[in-house]
T-cell receptor
């Protein structure tokens, strides 16, 4: 398995609180991604990074921000969590974009009450 | 709007049966189609298809792409209980390399 870890693995928080999820990789892959997975929707891209300090939005980026200060770490922040952000969040990595396999972390289950 | 549709949404079969899972897509500037298996945790990669008519095979699993009719199928022969999982299909959009994901097919194999 690709060396990808996510923390925390489970989190319960209250509406309006800030939340930060961490993705850490040991593969030195350039690209990192944050997805959310909800029943009936499949995986949806939130943000991705193509290098240190280089990030871009995905299809569902509203309410989320990201940062990448080191190659190995990609942080996802919910500035003020809402119940609609209750989901399972997956981090993924790839060496390049375009016809390259993405490898996924174990996921973080986030519940916003 | 780009979309990927998988069918059926769920499927229950007995061990030893053969199953066919479908993935149809409408994605501008198609680049590739990928299949993943998800067993209550991270999706794991199965196949990547870029050319029509060329079957990809791995053990009892195989997949083929039809770029004219815009679909792919994933076949699993001689199913085992360990094949129980959600199978995800994703299409890579060539303009920005983003993956458009289907909702998945939940496959349950009964012993």
């Amino acid at each position: 398995d690709a060396g990808i870890t996510q923390s925390p693995r489970h989190k319960v928080t209250e509406t309006g609180t800030p939340v930060t999820l961490r993705c850490h990789q040991t593969e030195n892959h350039r690209y990192m991604y944050w997805y959310r997975q909800d029943p009936g929707h499949g995986l949806r891209l939130i943000h991705y990074s193509y290098g240190v300090k280089d990030t871009d939005k995905g299809e569902v980026s509203d309410g989320y921000s990201v940062s990448r200060s080191k190659t190995e770490d990609f942080l996802l922040t919910l500035e003020s969590a809402t119940s609609s952000q209750t989901s399972v969040y997956f981090c993924a990595i790839s060496q390049s974009r375009g016809t390259d396999t993405q490898y996924f972390g174990p996921g973080t289950r986030l519940t916003v009450l | 709007e780009d979309k990927v549709v998988q069918s059926p949404l769920s499927l229950v079969v007995h061990e030893g049966d053969t199953v066919t899972l479908n993935c149809s897509y409408e994605v501008t500037n198609f680049r590739s189609l990928l299949w993943y298996k998800q067993e209550k945790k991270a999706p794991t990669f199965l196949f990547m298809l870029t050319s029509s008519g060329i079957e990809k095979k791995s053990g009892r699993l195989s997949s083929i792409l039809d770029k004219k009719e815009l679909f792919s199928i994933l076949n699993i022969t001689a199913t085992q209980t360990g094949d129980s999982a959600v199978y995800l299909c994703a299409v890579e959009r060539g303009s920005n390399y983003q993956l458009i994901w289907g909702a998945g097919t939940k496959l349950i194999i009964k012993p």
